[in-house]
């Protein structure tokens, strides 16, 4: 069994994780995988055709993102009904986590079409792993709207959340995130603040919001988030 979990079965959807910065962080059956399978369907053909071009792979791409979802998940869905292998990859991590992924999934559910997990990096696991940040329970929001007033309402309804608040945010709003927690949830809130997790400059800021807003005006603020928000009454 083994052997044959490394081999693409026709007409199995297989969801694969990729790095999220370290290339070393790919599993030997993920690889072994995107070698194989009839096609890979990606969020950005250039990102992920440049991760198989270093790995010395060539398989045909196709694009599947938040743009065109809804109608390449039925299209990719026909092509395994006719026998065709998939692989389902996001630019870096695991598919369907704040990533496309859903509709494509829901839509081998409805068929009856087999869907295969290949597991492996998540930045939001990965972060919630090494912060040190309570782990018995959390609610993963994702990015919340690009809108102050909307991120600031969201704040106040979950302050008193009994469990850890997990979020991506983006370089250009990070900063203003932070000091939007700082205003609904005080200065000595726990908060959690990584940036290039599993790169060169893999960043943890963990500590009082008041102190990881001031820590965090002295980096480069280039890169991805994740920012976690402890409980009410946690302290390290």
């Known amino acids: 069994m083994e052997n044959a ?16 910065g370290n290339l070393a962080d790919l599993t030997n ?14 969020e ?3 990102t992920t055709g440049a991760l198989l071009h270093r790995l010395g ?6 694009a599947y993102h938040e743009h065109n979802e809804i109608e390449a998940a039925e299209h990719l869905a026909n092509l395994l009904a006719a026998g065709k292998s998939l692989a389902l990859v996001t630019d870096a ?23 295969v997990p290949v597991p492996g990096p998540s930045a939001l696991v990965t972060v919630l792993s090494a912060a040190g940040l309570p782990t018995n329970g959390f609610l993963f929001v994702g990015f919340l709207p690009p809108k102050s007033a909307a991120r600031v309402t969201f704040l106040q309804k979950y302050q008193a959340f009994p469990y850890t608040l997990a ?9 203003k995130f932070v000091r939007e927690i700082l205003a609904v ?18 960043t943890f800021l963990v500590g009082p919001v008041s102190e990881v807003a001031t820590r965090l005006t002295k980096l480069s603020l ?12 946690f302290t390290l």
């Not at 792979?57 to 196709?62: C, G, K, M, P």
């Not at 949830?185 to 893999?202: F, M, Q, S, Y």
């Open 222 to 233: 280039k890169g991805e988030f994740v920012v976690l928000i402890a409980p009410t009454n």
């Open 57 to 62: 792979l060539h398989r045909e791409l196709t």
């Open 185 to 202: 949830c005080g200065p000595d809130r726990v908060l959690c603040v990584a940036k290039e997790v599993t790169k060169i400059h893999e």
């Open 29 to 42: 059956r993920a690889r072994a995988i995107l070698a194989a399978v009839d096609v890979v369907a990606c």
């Open 167 to 175: 979020f991506y945010e983006s370089c250009h709003r990070i900063d």
């Open 5 to 20: 979990s490394l081999t693409p079965q026709p007409g199995h959807l297989y969801v694969v994780a990729t790095p999220i």
């Open 44 to 46: 950005d053909t250039r």
């Open 93 to 115: 991590g695991t598919p369907g986590l704040s990533d496309p992924g859903f509709r494509l999934v829901r839509a081998c559910r409805r068929r009856q079409l087999p869907v």
